[in-house]
């Protein structure tokens, strides 16, 4: 029986942060609202050094301290050939972007995933309104999410599992 219950919060914590487990399903969804967001993505950055600057002004401040214990994130420049990703953001605190997709959300974008989501998941979206919120606007913010709201995309917090006694409950309700 206690089994059952331990697969039943494994499978309660994948659903409330879908893109965290194994497949990243909500990615395209999260990568659409993106694009749908007028004005998003218009803030340039001329150069790398300005992009650097202004990684480490984030870094520096009292939201991403909130929401990462990472001090320090290396920005690479990625060589721009035709398709593939504007950037990437890979394990031990890189961040691989080409010159052409230099702007504040993409840099955000990354700095979200260095900051511990390595997905799209809720926690994910979570953090990448609170950079946006705070360093690109509430107006960004709250457009960005409502465009999270229109796909389906949870932002709230997740729900709490069942306790042990509450599942057992619902279990021999459904067994009747």
Not at 48 to 58: L, S, T
Not at 113 to 125: K, P, T, V, Y
Not at 152 to 158: D, F, H, Q, T, V
């Amino acid at each position: 029986m206690a089994d059952t219950y331990k697969e039943y919060l494994i499978e309660h914590r994948r659903r409330q942060n879908k893109g965290a487990y194994g497949k990243d399903s909500e990615m395209q969804k999260v990568y659409e609202s993106e694009w749908a967001v007028k004005g998003l993505h218009g803030e340039k950055l001329e150069s790398m050094k300005e992009a650097e600057k202004y990684m480490n002004r984030v870094l520096k401040s009292k939201t991403w301290s909130k929401l990462s214990k990472r001090k320090h994130i290396a920005l690479v420049e990625m060589r721009d050939v035709s398709g593939g990703c504007a950037a990437r953001a890979e394990y031990g605190g890189l961040i691989k972007i080409k010159p052409r997709h230099l702007n504040k959300y993409v840099l955000l974008h990354e700095m979200a995933h260095q900051a511990g989501h390595m997905h799209h998941g809720r926690s994910f979206r979570q953090c990448i309104l609170k950079l946006t919120s705070q360093f690109l606007g509430r107006e960004k913010a709250n457009a960005l999410k409502a465009e999270f709201k229109k796909r389906k995309l949870a932002c709230g917090e997740a729900r709490k599992p069942l306790t042990e006694s509450q599942w057992n409950k619902r279990k021999e309700m459904l067994s009747c």
